[in-house]
């Protein structure tokens, strides 16, 4: 069956890195364009970052352009976020979903918090 499985989050003081990795399987996962969306307590779940399907194209939203890059690696059927410079305002669930066409999967999401 399909499976996105995210890992990485935690604990992290501000200005700090993580990087989330999201494993799939069950699904041709070099056909499906990936992506990180995330959602912070009483806030609607928003997009951060998206990589194509072959990786050559990649977008963010503007509250972490600069800080966070999206990655994938066909090969290991994983995508990646490197996340850098973190802030308090980055505290979320970071889910990661694949998408082609119609079709669109959900990871259950990893927690990353922000505390000093």
Excluded: H
């Excluded at 494993?23 to 990589?51: C, D, H, N």
């Excluded at 990655?71 to 410079?85: C, E, F, G, I, P």
């Amino acid at each position: 069956q399909v499976q996105l499985v995210e890992s990485g989050g935690g604990l992290v003081q501000p200005g700090g890195s993580l990087r989330l990795s999201c494993a799939a399987s069950g699904f041709t996962f070099s056909t499906y364009a990936m992506s990180w969306y995330r959602q912070a307590p009483g806030k609607e779940r928003e997009l951060v970052a998206r990589i194509t399907s072959a990786g050559s194209n990649t977008n963010y939203a503007d509250s972490v352009k600069g800080r966070f890059t999206i990655s994938r690696d066909n090969a290991k059927n994983t995508v990646y976020l490197q996340m850098n410079s973190l802030k308090p305002e980055d505290t979320a669930v970071y889910y990661c979903n694949a998408k082609m066409s119609w079709t669109e999967y959900w990871g259950q999401g990893t927690q990353v918090t922000l505390s000093s």
